[in-house]
């Protein structure tokens, strides 16, 4: 069985996150997904093996391939071959698992897209009748897909547990501007992966992205469409009316 990378040890350590650890390379970041797992807000004390290079391989193909749909903070998936672009040596355990981006300014909210009713927007439509203050029609089943995705942001607190909002209070937080450019690429991510994944027999239910601001443009970074970050389900199978 492959190693577990539970800690990454490079010079210049900006942030340690629940899974990836970020390093500072002047103008651009080094993120590195570890194999640390992170539920209910705890990070558990085992791994799971080449975790963090499945979520960073995937992201950075959806990164390449989305790069004209939303502008992202990728610049390169480091392995072997470009580990020069890197000011510092790497070694291998640090390849297909480790990212450079550009060095955005993070935007403190979560964008979420839900093309599906289903988790906590299920729960809070059976409470409310609506989802993060927009109102969806009556009758809706668990798991059902809505008649268009929606835009849900959250809180990004450094501590506890996100919550939930409506798009004035994320206007509060971020600007309008912001707040609206966010929104609308946002939806466009997710409607583009919804249908390319789709053709392949996957669901993509919803998903969270993050924005950042780099040469005064709203950017995607942070992750994209990976496991950890967005609810997966084999359309082969897939029935509304319960969870999937």
């Known amino acids: ?31 590195v997904a570890t194999d640390r797992i992170s539920a209910m807000d705890v990070v558990l004390p085992s791994g799971v093996p080449r975790k963090g290079e499945v979520l960073t391989r995937l992201s950075a193909w959806w990164f390449d391939r989305m790069k004209e749909v939303v502008p992202n903070h990728f610049i390169a998936l480091i392995t072997a071959e470009n580990a020069h672009l890197v000011p510092f040596e790497l070694t291998p355990k640090y390849f297909g698992r480790s990212m450079l981006v550009k060095k955005a300014k993070r935007l403190d909210a979560e964008c979420i897209a839900r093309g599906y009713i289903t988790g906590s927007g299920w729960k809070e439509y059976q409470r409310t009748g609506s989802v993060c203050g927009i109102q969806l029609k009556e009758g809706l089943r668990e798991s059902e897909r809505l008649p268009e995705a929606i835009f849900t942001p959250s809180t990004k607190p450094e501590v506890g547990h996100d919550e939930n909002i409506d798009y004035d209070t994320l206007v509060s937080i971020v600007g309008e501007d912001a707040a609206n450019a966010m929104k609308l690429r946002t939806l466009a991510v997710y409607n583009y992966a919804h249908t390319l994944a789709l053709e392949r027999g996957i669901i993509i239910a919803d998903t969270k992205f993050e924005f950042g601001i780099w040469n005064e443009e709203v950017i995607l970074i942070d992750e994209v469409l990976t496991p950890d970050s967005s609810r997966f389900w084999p359309l082969e199978g897939y029935r509304p009316g319960g969870s999937q």
């Not at 942030?15 to 993120?31: A, E, M, P, Q, S």
């Open 1 to 31: 069985m492959p190693d577990v990378l539970l800690e990454s040890d490079l010079p210049n350590r900006l942030y340690r996150g629940k899974v990836r650890d970020t390093y500072d390379l002047g103008d651009n970041l080094l993120i």
